[in-house]
Each structure stands twice: as structure tokens, then as C-alpha cells.
């Protein structure tokens, strides 16, 4: 009998032995040194972070974790730490999780590690002060809107400026019936005192009845200290296709609101569509997500439109060169783009960040102007901004000659098939690579907006989910040490 049971458990030994053995951890916003004795390199751990489906996830207490709901819901102290994703389904296994003399926690389960693989031995290490110093670098999360709260159903399109005297402006459409692009559609505003932190009540900046009042894209004039912001509007009972076909009552019209008191009150909305918007363009948006002002004092606004002849969405921008008292059309970029953003480079220029359209391209476009935006160059894509057909925001960080380092922010889903993965990236030679990423919701996410604090700090304005990406709207905080 015993003989029997030891042929066994050799058996199983040698089993075990012919599979890989492996030290590796999920992807995650941190890489942290794993200690001599393991057999990787690094490793990289997202805190903080709750398990799905085929997750698997420890979760470490300090004290006593003496109800089971104490480790669902984590406590003050706690962390839930993803050890790893598979990509196949089904359970990954009952980890066994022992801590070594040296305070190293040894977690080791089984499961796929990539793609088309046989299970292997997996073996995590990692200790505690490393992930209290992983946990204290997690952007800062704060809820600004929340669907189904304070009368409408689904708060969607952000944008988010940040103020001469440090205000946080967030802006979105609340849509009051439903989460479509049309009908009933408020566009609304919450002010920040404190970078960020807390948010005081919305404003209701327009609300034309059951029209759609939307795609904020608003910008401050430094010169003046004056908040534009520019938006678009359509009858609520006319939906995008049959804009685009020109079979609706009315068509897409572009306006114009402004504040002069740092964002408590605003103007009564004109229209500027004569200017903006040709008469062969049916579909338009501005935006969504903000303006820029050039070193020159131009006012630059990025817009999209569809031309009736061809059907085909173009990127385009309008700006001003009096600050804002009237706006003239710019040019457009290549077709097959979208919705964008534009960042004035160091030497002067423009680029533009596009959604593309494109098929054979699951990747940003990028397009650039030498002349203040009259003019653009034959679209490129850039293929490590990848993504899910989305908008994306893109945001001068810091500028050499201003003391920093020329740096460029970018955030997107970036993912080629689903829009998910919140992920903000950093650029320190003006766009041409996207070295450093940082991902801010594994979840579901979709639009996004970019705006920097006086004191360096990072705000991502985003949409994000459990099951959905619309939510919430989330204003990410990230300090500008990271």
C-alpha cells in the first residue's frame, strides 16, 4: 500500500515537472524587481483591483479579516491583488499561498498563460511594501457623474478644462431619456475648487427642451481669461443616419456660449453655423473634448463633418485670431477620420489625433499642419495609439523651453476590438513614440479628456463601467510625480 501511494505521488511529481514553471503576473501600470531568488526578472502588479471572471485574485489583510464580507469588499489596510489574467475560460485554479521568512508572499496556482498554451505551475512573489507603494501611486478616482442620478439617464461625452485661476471645469450631455446620440439632451457643467477632488452641483449650460444640446468643446482664451465653449445641436426627433441623408426636418447646427466669471455663469448660445460649417456638409461635431490656444493667441477648436457627395467623415478644425469674437473654418484632414483633438508642438506646428475610419488601420491618424490648422498633411497612422473606433484625447504636457521637458499626454480604450482598458500614455519626442503607458480602468471605457493642473497633476476625464462604459464619468488624478 504504501509502496503504491509513493509511485503515486512520483508520478505526480514528474507531472508536475514537465510543466513549465513560470513567475508572472498580470499586465498592470507598475513593474516592481522581484528578489533574487525567484525566476523572472520583474513582474508587474494592479492593485487595488477587483477580480473578474477569469481573474485570479489574493487579497491581503493586516489584522484579522474575520467575516467573509471583510474580504469581498476590502477594508481600510487591504488590498485585492490580480495575480494574473488568462485568456481562457473556465477556473484557474485554488492558489496556494505561503509568505517566506523575508516577508516575500509566495502565491503559486495554475492556469493558460497565453493563448492556444497547456496549463503550466504559476508562482507569484511580491511583498507588501511594494504594493503599499504601487497602491499610493494609483490614480486618484473621483465620481462626477453617475447615470441614472439627478434626473437623467445616462451622462455621456466628457471634456475638462482647467481654469486661469485653477478651476476644474467638467463637461458632459445629460441625456434624459435614454443613451442614444439624439433626443432629449442637456449639456451640463460641474465646477472644482480643489483640483479635482469634490465637484460642487451641475449646471445646466443649455437646455432646448427635447432638442439635443451637445458635444462640448471649450476653450480659454489665457489672454482674456474668457471660457469659450463651442457645441452643436439638432431636433431631438432627427437621428445621425438621417442628418447624414438629409431626410430630417432640420440639420446639425454649431453655437457658441461663453463665461467670463471662471465658469458660474454662461452666456445665452449663438449660432455660428454660416461660419463653421459648409453647405455640402451634413453631419458635424465639435469635439468632443477641448480647444487649445496656440503660442500665437490663436484659438484652435477640432471639429468633424461629413460631405453629402461622398458620405465620408473628415477631421477639420475652426479658430479664432481675436479672441474669440468671431471664428473662421480651417482646413480638414484626409477622410476616413473623425473625432480629434490637436496639440501644438515645440517647433511650432500643429498635429491632430483623429478616430479613424479606416479598415485596414486599427490605429489613430495623425495628421500635420505648418500653417495654424489652414492646412494639413496626407494622413499616417500611428500604429501603437491603437484602437476600438473611439475618440481619444491628446494634451500638451510640459514644454522644454518653459523649464520642463518637452511632453505629450495621450488617452484612449486601448484596445483594437472592444472599448475597454482606459490607458494613458506619455510621449517625450513630441508624438513620434509612446514609451510609458499607464492603464486607468481595466474595465469597460470609451471617451476620454485630458487637462493638466498648475501644480503638474494629471486629469483624465473618462467614461467607465462594471458591465458598460456609460456608467459613470470619472475624473482619474494622477500627481505629476508619476
Not at 405 to 414: E, Y
Not at 425 to 441: A, M
Not at 457 to 462: A, D, E, M, R, V
Request: charged residues 25%; aromatic residues 6%; glycine residues 8%.
Amino acid at each position: 500500500m504504501h509502496q503504491r501511494i509513493l509511485r503515486i505521488c512520483l508520478v505526480l511529481f514528474l507531472a508536475l515537472c514537465m510543466l513549465r514553471v513560470s513567475v508572472r503576473a498580470a499586465d498592470g501600470p507598475a513593474e516592481v524587481k522581484l528578489p533574487p531568488r525567484t525566476q523572472s526578472d520583474h513582474y508587474s502588479i494592479p492593485t487595488l483591483d477587483l477580480s473578474s471572471q477569469h481573474n485570479r485574485q489574493v487579497v491581503i489583510a493586516r489584522g484579522t479579516a474575520s467575516v467573509y464580507d471583510d474580504i469581498v469588499n476590502l477594508r481600510e489596510g487591504q488590498y485585492g491583488v490580480r495575480l494574473l489574467r488568462s485568456p481562457k475560460k473556465g477556473d484557474l485554479g485554488y492558489p496556494g499561498l505561503e509568505v517566506l521568512p523575508d516577508g516575500v508572499f509566495v502565491a503559486t496556482t495554475y492556469a493558460v498563460l497565453d493563448q492556444g498554451e497547456k496549463n503550466s505551475v504559476v508562482s507569484v512573489c511580491f511583498r507588501l511594501d511594494e504594493i503599499d507603494e504601487e497602491a499610493a501611486r494609483r490614480p486618484e478616482q473621483v465620481e462626477v457623474y453617475t447615470s441614472g442620478r439627478d434626473g437623467y439617464h445616462t451622462y455621456r461625452i466628457p471634456s475638462v478644462v482647467v481654469t486661469d485661476r485653477g478651476t476644474v471645469l467638467a463637461f458632459c450631455e445629460g441625456r434624459k431619456l435614454g443613451s442614444g446620440d439624439a433626443g432629449d439632451i442637456d449639456l451640463l457643467v460641474k465646477r472644482s475648487i480643489d483640483g479635482g477632488r469634490t465637484f460642487g452641483p451641475q449646471q445646466i449650460v443649455w437646455d432646448d427642451e427635447a432638442n439635443t444640446c451637445g458635444n462640448p468643446c471649450p476653450v480659454i482664451d489665457h489672454t482674456t481669461g474668457t471660457i469659450w465653449l463651442l457645441l452643436t445641436h439638432n431636433l431631438g426627433t432627427d437621428r445621425e443616419p438621417e442628418i447624414i441623408a438629409r431626410t430630417s426636418k432640420g440639420t446639425r447646427t454649431v453655437w457658441l456660449a461663453k463665461s467670463t466669471d471662471d465658469g458660474l455663469t454662461w452666456s445665452k448660445p449663438v449660432e455660428i453655423t454660416r461660419v463653421a460649417k459648409l453647405p455640402n456638409w451634413t453631419w458635424y461635431a465639435t469635439g468632443p473634448g477641448a480647444g487649445i490656444q496656440l503660442k500665437s493667441g490663436r484659438l484652435v477648436i477640432p471639429c468633424d463633418h461629413i460631405e453629402a457627395e461622398t458620405g465620408l467623415y473628415f477631421s477639420h478644425v475652426l479658430y479664432s485670431d481675436d479672441h474669440g469674437a468671431s471664428w473662421r473654418l480651417g482646413g480638414s484632414a484626409g477622410p476616413l477620420t473623425n473625432e480629434c483633438e490637436a496639440v501644438e508642438l515645440a517647433d511650432g506646428s500643429l498635429m491632430l489625433n483623429m478616430r479613424n475610419y479606416d479598415p485596414k488601420h486599427r490605429a489613430r491618424a495623425v495628421s500635420r499642419s505648418t500653417d495654424g490648422g489652414l492646412t494639413w498633411s496626407p494622413v499616417v497612422h500611428d500604429t501603437t495609439l491603437v484602437e476600438p473606433i473611439c475618440q481619444a484625447s491628446i494634451r500638451r504636457y510640459s514644454l522644454a523651453r518653459n523649464g520642463g521637458k518637452d511632453c505629450i499626454l495621450f488617452s484612449n480604450p486601448a484596445e483594437p476590438a472592444a472599448r475597454k482598458e482606459m490607458t494613458l500614455r506619455v510621449s517625450d519626442d513630441e508624438g513620434k513614440t509612446w514609451p510609458t503607458s499607464r492603464v486607468l480602468w481595466h474595465g469597460p471605457a470609451a471617451y476620454s479628456c485630458l487637462a493638466v493642473l498648475n501644480d503638474g497633476t494629471i486629469l483624465c476625464l473618462y467614461e467607465r463601467g462594471l458591465k458598460g462604459p456609460y456608467e459613470n464619468i470619472t475624473l482619474a488624478r494622477l500627481p505629476a510625480t508619476d
